[in-house]
Every structure is written in C-alpha cells, then in structure tokens.
C-alpha cells in the first residue's frame, strides 16, 4: 500500500485536478507551500459539495501532496512541518477508517499514521527532553500539541489491534497516556475527540490493561455535551457501551439522536465525513435481525 502514496507524477497532479476541479498550478512540483495549499484544497470537505464515495481519491491526493512537500520543507520550518505531519497522521488514519478494507494495508496505514504523528510530537524540544529523561510516557504527558497527541493516540489503538505483544507490553498504556493528555489539553477538539476517544479506551480495553465500562459512560456523556453536532458520539455510545451493558431503552434513544440530527444539513455538513460513517453505522445498528443488537422496534 504504501508505494501508492509516494512523489507525485505531473500527470498524476493533472488528474487529481480534473477530478476535483482545476489543475493544480504549474510550480507545485517544486514549491512545498504550494503542495501543501493544494493537499488543503483537495482535503477539504465544508467549502465544497461531499460525497463519501468520491471523497477517496481527493483523500489519497492530499497524502500525496503532503507526502511530497514534507520532503521538501527545510528542518527549521518547525511550525509547518508540524502541521503537515499532524495532518498526514490523521489523514492515514481517516483512509484506513473510510476507505481500506485488507487487515494488511489498514495496518500499514495506521502505522503510518503513528509514526508521522509521533514525529511531529518530537519536534518539541520538551517533549523530546522528557522522553531521554523519564520515558515515552512521561513525554505523552508533557506534550502540548493536541493534534499529534490525539491523532497518535488514534493510530496506535488501531495498529495495536493487529499487534497483541505489544499492546500487552506498554502499548496499551501510551493510548490511555495519549488521550488522557489530549483531554487535558483541549476535550472539545475535533467534535469532542479526546473524550469519544477515551470513553473507547475504557469501554473496549481489558480492565487488566486499564478499561472501565463504567467510567466510558461518563466520558460518552461529555463528549455529547462539547461535541452534540458529532454524530459518532452519540453511535459510540450506543453499540460500545448500552449495547454492552443491555440498555435497551438508552441504545434505542441514543440511535434515534443519532438520525434525527442527520436529518439536520447544517449538522451533516459540520462534520460530513465523520457523520456520514456514523450514520450508516446506526442504521445499521437498528436494522432487524442485527446480530447482538437490541430490537428498537
């Protein structure tokens, strides 16, 4: 999979700006800036018409072009390499969610993602101080950047599932590391992230490496107050914990939310790609004969 994401071809460049619109400008190839404005525009979905299908290929063009400009941007540009490498993790990550379906390449996408958000994390000097001085953990919790904190806590949860001996061996501890300090940090970023994430954590992680069911139902319900328009929130909630718990009365409720803020443009278009996945996932839920799920009737 990886060898996809690799330099762009002129002709690829061309492509990609006749699927999405215009063709990109003539010095890209050499500009990073440039590359980078062009990943943005290809990358976005609130200032254009979405479509979940066709989203792909824009998707895989703006990690091509960040790929590319990542290559190109001087070690010193601190602040823009750290924000193409925060956006690479978390487009890696959207790529292996939305569009792999192979356990091999969904892998490697996560990895990727870990390892471009972990390099971003290492940009801080701090960080880096605390990681030689008292452990990778410690760094997690000195780290000031939620961005790469979250989008790392994310693909390494993911990357861990495909790797047991070393989410026995720590892993699982830097996740929680992750998302307790991106909490910390800012709990509303990205429709309430940082609490859906941990609330995850508790709710699917063996109690042995630190999961609590209970204590997922708390976070579930703070990540619905700061992020209501993030539909995810609300379908975590039902399937990962009053499915597990047999709430009938709390998985229907909170699944019936989930489809009547779909019916809400202004809500779809919040956060088109996160939602559009959560709402198939909820129809799916409620649809009859689902396997282990309670009946809404």
């Known amino acids: 999979m990886l060898g996809r994401f690799g330099l762009c071809s002129?002709?690829?460049?061309?492509?990609?700006?006749?699927?999405?619109?215009?063709?990109?400008?003539?010095?890209?190839?050499?500009?990073?800036?440039?590359?980078?404005?062009?990943?943005d525009r290809l990358?976005?979905?609130?200032?254009?018409?979405?479509?979940?299908?066709?989203?792909?290929?824009?998707?895989?063009?703006?990690i091509a072009l960040w790929e590319?400009?990542?290559?190109?941007?001087?070690?010193?540009?601190?602040?823009?390499?750290?924000?193409?490498?925060?956006?690479?993790?978390?487009a890696y990550f959207e790529l292996a969610e939305g569009y792999l379906t192979g356990d091999k390449e969904k892998e490697q996408a996560y990895g990727k993602g870990k390892g471009y958000a972990l390099a971003s994390l290492r940009l801080d000097p701090e960080f880096v101080r605390v990681e030689q001085h008292q452990g990778f953990r410690a760094?997690?919790?000195?780290?000031?950047?939620?961005?790469a904190i979250f989008w790392y806590g994310n693909n390494l949860g993911r990357w861990l599932s495909y790797h047991w001996w070393e989410a026995l061996t720590g892993g699982t501890?830097?996740?929680l590391a992750a998302f307790t300090r991106a909490v910390e940090l800012d709990?509303?970023?990205?429709?309430?992230?940082?609490?859906?994430?941990?609330?995850?954590?508790?709710?699917?992680?063996?109690?042995?490496?630190?999961?609590?069911?209970?204590?997922?139902?708390?976070c579930f319900t703070r990540a619905i107050e700061v992020g209501p328009e993030f539909i995810q929130n609300y379908v975590d909630y039902a399937e990962l914990y009053a499915k597990a718990r047999g709430d009938q009365a709390l998985f229907c409720r909170l699944l019936r939310t989930a489809l009547d803020q779909a019916a809400?443009?202004?809500?779809?278009?919040?956060?088109?790609?996160?939602?559009?996945?959560?709402?198939?996932?909820?129809?799916?839920?409620?649809?009859?004969?689902?396997?282990?799920?309670?009946?809404?009737?």
């Open 10 to 39: 002129w002709a690829f460049l061309v492509l990609l700006g006749s699927l999405c619109g215009s063709a990109p400008v003539a010095h890209a190839a050499r500009e990073p800036l440039a590359l980078v404005a062009e990943a």
């Open 43 to 62: 990358y976005d979905r609130w200032s254009q018409a979405f479509a979940f299908a066709a989203y792909e290929a824009r998707l895989r063009g703006a």
């Open 68 to 90: 590319e400009a990542l290559s190109l941007i001087p070690s010193d540009q601190v602040p823009t390499r750290a924000q193409v490498l925060n956006r690479l993790a978390q």
């Open 139 to 147: 760094a997690l919790g000195a780290a000031r950047d939620v961005a």
């Open 173 to 175: 501890r830097d996740v």
């Open 187 to 218: 709990e509303a970023y990205w429709g309430g992230g940082p609490q859906r994430a941990l609330a995850n954590f508790f709710a699917q992680t063996p109690g042995f490496l630190g999961g609590d069911v209970e204590r997922s139902q708390a």
């Open 264 to 297: 809400d443009p202004t809500v779809m278009g919040k956060w088109p790609f996160y939602n559009w996945m959560a709402v198939e996932r909820a129809r799916a839920l409620l649809a009859p004969g689902r396997g282990g799920s309670p009946p809404c009737g």
